[in-house]
């Protein structure tokens, strides 16, 4: 695998726009959720924050009566940050990309390239949230939906993620399976730093491999190969296929999202075992 050599063609780049469609690929498969349905998920879930932050002041403020007036106010603060972002960020984790207001409507939040969401893009939806939202009453989050073809608000474009309609049948084919004789070297490379946007590519490239000419599906093959390879250690042995490669990676990378999120369940299944 060698670096991209200059004058790559522009249309397997990695992707970055909304679209996330290469010139010889297709459309990501997950529809994105309507604006109508991103609005009631959202006043739903601002009314449960509200309701929240009142009861959570309540107790606080029952409390505070016995306080010191400057630990009083640091408490208040600390609750205000716990039910903004603490909250939503615990949630949205835990269930996979779920607030209350998508649990009530069948959205769900993720990645760009369709996996499912860390820790890390939580905090950040909650914390451009807070701003977007509640600081400015919504209307940054209401024009960037409006404008968006995926109807992401500021914090999805910050994360790398958008929400999507859970309820919808898919048609999905099979994810192509690691090529066995590149088994051991993906499961100890690294490909922790590969961008979302160049994963879809990938992705989409294996999808529509049996219906590209060999001309095409050769060209493109050793393009995306070579984008990759600048975020994957150790690369594969010389020689190896650009198919192969890509196949393998893309597996690598789906594997450890579902241990990941395997880890997860058993977590938590730990946590309710023992509240038992």
Do not use: C
Not at 10 to 35: I, K, Q, R
Not at 81 to 96: D, H, I, K, Q, S
């Amino acid at each position: 695998m060698t670096a991209p050599q200059a004058g790559t063609p522009p249309e397997f780049t990695m992707l970055t726009s909304d679209d996330l469609v290469t010139g010889e690929a297709v459309a990501l498969d997950l529809p994105p959720a309507s604006l109508g349905s991103r609005i009631a998920s959202g006043l739903i879930d601002v009314v449960a924050t509200v309701v929240l932050l009142i009861l959570v002041s309540l107790v606080v403020g029952i409390a505070a009566l016995s306080f010191d007036p400057a630990l009083a106010d640091a408490v208040f603060i600390a609750a205000i940050v716990v039910v903004f972002v603490g909250a939503p960020t615990a949630l949205e984790t835990f269930t996979r990309g779920r607030s209350l207001g998508k649990l009530a409507l069948g959205l769900r939040t993720v990645r760009d390239d369709a996996g499912p969401i860390s820790f890390q893009h939580a905090l950040i939806r909650s914390l451009v949230g807070f701003v977007e939202i509640y600081a400015l009453g919504g209307v940054p989050a209401f024009l960037s939906a409006l404008v968006s073809g995926r109807g992401k608000r500021l914090g999805d474009f910050a994360a790398g993620t958008y929400v999507v309609r859970s309820r919808v049948a898919l048609n999905l084919r099979p994810p192509m399976p690691i090529p066995h004789h590149l088994a051991a070297w993906a499961a100890q490379a690294d490909i922790a730093a590969l961008p979302t946007g160049l994963a879809l590519a990938v992705r989409q490239y294996l999808a529509r491999l049996p219906n590209l000419d060999p001309a095409s599906r050769a060209r493109v093959g050793v393009r995306l190969a070579e984008q990759v390879s600048e975020y994957v250690a150790p690369l594969p042995a010389r020689g190896t296929a650009p198919e192969d490669f890509l196949a393998a990676v893309i597996g690598a990378r789906r594997d450890r999202d579902l241990a990941r999120l395997r880890r997860q369940d058993d977590f938590r299944r730990r946590l309710t075992s023992r509240a038992n």
